[in-house]
């Protein structure tokens, strides 16, 4: 069985600050993870993927997230806060392998970015 | 994405109606997926389908049931609208990665 926790619901950054969305998971085959954004009243869009190649994953829009196998977490990152980054952020986790889109998902973190 | 189409956008049925969400795509994937969001849950798997004449359930497929009987389309109905089932669901293709429509609001009162 998989899970996934996000820790923070909500999380407040001034524009041009560090952002910093956590997210731990639990999984007992090497996991694919990902995050996903999803801006009001529309679908999920992919930020980033880890699919067991370089443990630094770079996404769109400036984000990116660090594997940590020996602390189980997926972080995503972005130095310099948009106020176009303000939106809901998904983290997400499957089994490798053929399991394709069965994903379990976190309960998700809303980002606000202040002026 | 514009390859995954959800409709409709909106709805509003009532208890006990039987209700069939559409999902349809252009890719021609094989691998296809229904999934509900409520807030502090992110997203459930409801079903999902592999192939023509595949379906499988997910972690909250009570109440729900799909069909597939040609690649492009994926139509979810639910056989007796409950409350319980007030959400946002989205259908999504996948393969490595999974993409997703824009959803579908439903409400039932």
């Known amino acids: 069985a998989q899970s996934v926790t996000q820790l923070g619901s909500h999380v407040s950054v001034s524009e041009g600050a560090l952002v910093l969305l956590r997210c731990n998971y639990s999984?007992?085959?090497?996991?694919?993870l990902f995050w996903y954004v999803q801006y009001p009243n529309q679908g999920l869009q992919l930020l980033l993927k880890?699919?067991?190649?370089?443990?630094l994953v770079k996404g769109i829009n400036g984000f990116e997230a660090e594997f940590k196998k020996s602390e189980t977490s997926f972080h995503l990152t972005k130095p310099s806060a948009h106020m176009s980054d303000a939106a809901e952020y998904f983290c997400?986790?499957?089994?490798?392998?053929?399991?394709?889109?069965?994903?379990?998902f976190g309960q998700g973190t809303i980002l606000t970015v202040h002026p | 994405d514009a390859e995954i189409t959800q409709s409709p956008r909106h709805k509003i049925t009532e208890t006990g109606r039987q209700v069939t969400l559409a999902c349809h795509q252009t890719?021609?994937?094989?691998?296809m997926f229904w999934y509900r969001q409520d807030l502090g849950h992110g997203l459930r798997l409801i079903h999902y389908s592999y192939g023509v004449q595949d379906t499988n359930k997910g972690e909250v497929s009570d109440g729900y049931s799909v069909s597939r009987s040609n690649t492009e389309d994926l139509p979810l109905t639910l056989e007796s609208a409950a409350s319980s089932q007030t959400s946002v669901y989205f259908c999504?293709?996948?393969?490595?990665?999974?993409?997703f429509g824009q959803g579908t609001r439903l409400t039932v009162v």
């Open positions: 999504a293709r996948a393969t490595d990665e999974a993409f």
């Open positions: 997400a986790v499957r089994r490798g392998g053929t399991s394709y889109g069965k994903l379990t």
């Open positions: 890719w021609n994937h094989n691998n």
């Open positions: 880890y699919t067991s190649a370089a443990t």
């Open positions: 999984s007992s085959v090497p996991p694919y």
